[in-house]
């Protein structure tokens, strides 16, 4: 199982800020959380995929027991 921390607009996207979800790759948990919500299929797909800080490509192999953040998009300034 991987461990994911989802933050602000991923986290409403999907119903939880933390869950905890089977998947191989990153590809897989975009599709797994793309999965739940009529909003998360979207929102998902612009979000970025970190683990230890370093962004990862949608076809990176994950461990179980990664941690991963799950973080949309945001402006600042």
Request: proline share 6%.
């Given at each position: ?74 402006a600042g300034g």
């Amino acid at each position: 199982m991987i461990r994911v921390r989802a933050f602000a607009a991923a986290a409403e996207a999907v119903g939880a800020p933390e869950l905890d979800i089977a998947a191989a790759s990153v590809g897989d948990l975009r599709a797994a959380l793309g999965a739940r919500g009529e909003s998360a299929p979207r929102v998902i797909a612009q979000c970025a995929v970190l683990r230890a800080g370093e962004r990862l490509e949608d076809s990176a192999p994950l461990n179980s027991g990664d941690l991963v953040d799950v973080l949309p998009p945001f402006a600042g300034g």
